[in-house]
């Protein structure tokens, strides 16, 4: 999740100038959302980093049962958004971080009025997925690598030589246009290809 005291603060003005809208706190882990002393009905959170923000979304709606979650998350986070269908999600909507103010305000209020929010553009975005690039043996040993799993250990899993792993995964990383095998490994999880 960022923590960007500056955007925060920002989109806090933006909310705060707003007559029929109010904040009541900015906090800067979305877990803290969870013991605010006078519950929000509304709160936003802004992922754009690793963390998972279904799973934040749902500890939120757990521990105040009162509140709507409305999520910033980058379009291409087609690992979150194909789990959109699958998870209970009635009362979180989901904006591009590249909304305009003026489309965020309206995702608020939509949300905090009860209607679904999910941006067209994050929907446009599920229907333009990039094609996975890699073939099903790649896949597996990208996911033992996100298991932080070694080539050694890997190559006994797979009945492969340590050496033939590390081909394997200086391809993957070339395919995905990663800097290195952890990155690889994000890469593919954010495309939702792993």
Not at 1 to 22: F, H, K, N, T
Not at 26 to 40: G, Q, R, S, V
Not at 102 to 107: D, F, V
Request: negative net charge; aromatic residues 2%; charged residues 25%.
């Amino acid at each position: 999740m960022q923590d960007s005291p500056l955007y925060r603060g920002v989109l806090a003005a933006a909310i705060r100038a707003e007559p029929d809208l109010e904040v009541v706190a900015e906090l800067a882990a979305w877990h803290e959302a969870t013991t605010l002393p006078i519950p929000a009905d509304l709160t936003l959170l802004d992922f754009g980093g690793d963390d998972d923000p279904l799973l934040a979304a749902a500890a939120i709606c757990t521990a105040v049962p009162e509140t709507r979650v409305l999520i910033l998350i980058d379009a291409d986070r087609h690992d979150v958004l194909a789990r959109l269908a699958t998870d209970d999600m009635d009362r979180v909507g989901f904006v591009t971080r590249r909304a305009s103010i003026e489309h965020l305000l309206s995702a608020v209020r939509s949300l905090a009025g009860g209607n679904p929010v999910i941006d067209p553009e994050l929907i446009a975005s599920l229907l333009v997925q990039p094609e996975n690039p890699l073939t099903g043996r790649e896949r597996e040993v990208l996911a033992l690598v996100a298991q932080g799993i070694g080539v050694g250990e890997i190559a006994g899993k797979l009945a492969l030589s340590p050496g033939t792993i590390r081909n394997r995964l200086s391809r993957i990383t070339t395919k995905v246009g990663a800097r290195d095998r952890a990155d690889a490994v994000e890469r593919a999880r954010r495309a939702g290809w792993l």
